[in-house]
Structure formats: C-alpha cells, structure tokens
C-alpha cells in the first residue's frame, strides 16, 4: 500500500466517525429543540394554565371548607335544581330590582 492509499483509508474512517458525531448531535439537537418547543407551548397554553390554577384552588377551598358549609351547600345545590324556575324566577326579580335601584339613583343624579 502506497501512502497516498493509507491516507484515503485514514481519511475515510475519521470521516465515517465525524459523520456519526455530527449525526449525533443534530439528533441531541433536535431533542432538545422538541423540548424547547413543547415547554413555550404549554407556556402560551392560557385555557389549560387557567383550568390548572382553578383546579388548584378549588381543591384549596375545599380542603378549607368546613364539613357542615360544605354539605348545606351540596343541599342548596341540588335543591336549586330540583326546582328551577322558582330559583330562575328569584334571580330575574333580582336583577329587576337592582336594574330599577340603579335607573332611580341615576336619575337623582341629574
């Protein structure tokens, strides 16, 4: 074997092995760029952030309810459901008052 051929064989297996780290590293690359990525989008996620720090808090309230609050509530809520319409109608009339309070108190005002 020549020298000039030695130097084509040395040359083309540093070359094989360059190839390979360089293949290594745009794959390391890529990995941590897909990381990057998923990591700025669940940042910018402001629907799934919200529901996450509501969750935390409702799980907060709870843990802070007392027991007793927490089944009147439950009783409220069911009964609320049972019956509708009085609870609609009570809410419409709420609204009705408070929307005539605030046209008396404005006219008062002129």
Do not use: F, I, W, Y
Not at 9 to 36: F, I, K, N, P
Not at 43 to 71: F, I, W
């Amino acid at each position: 074997m020549t020298d000039e051929a030695h130097d084509d064989v040395t040359s083309g297996a540093e070359t094989a092995e360059s190839m390979d780290e360089l293949r290594a590293e745009v794959e390391d690359t890529r990995a941590r760029l897909g990381s990057t990525v998923e990591a700025l989008a669940a940042k910018t996620d402001v629907v799934a952030r919200a529901k996450e720090k509501a969750a935390a808090l409702k799980g907060r309230v709870q843990d802070s309810t007392p027991e007793p609050l927490r089944e009147k509530a439950q009783q409220a809520r069911s009964l609320a459901r049972r019956n509708r319409t009085p609870v609609l109608a009570a809410g419409a009339g709420a609204v009705l008052v408070a929307a005539l309070a605030v046209r008396r108190a404005r006219r008062k005002g002129k």
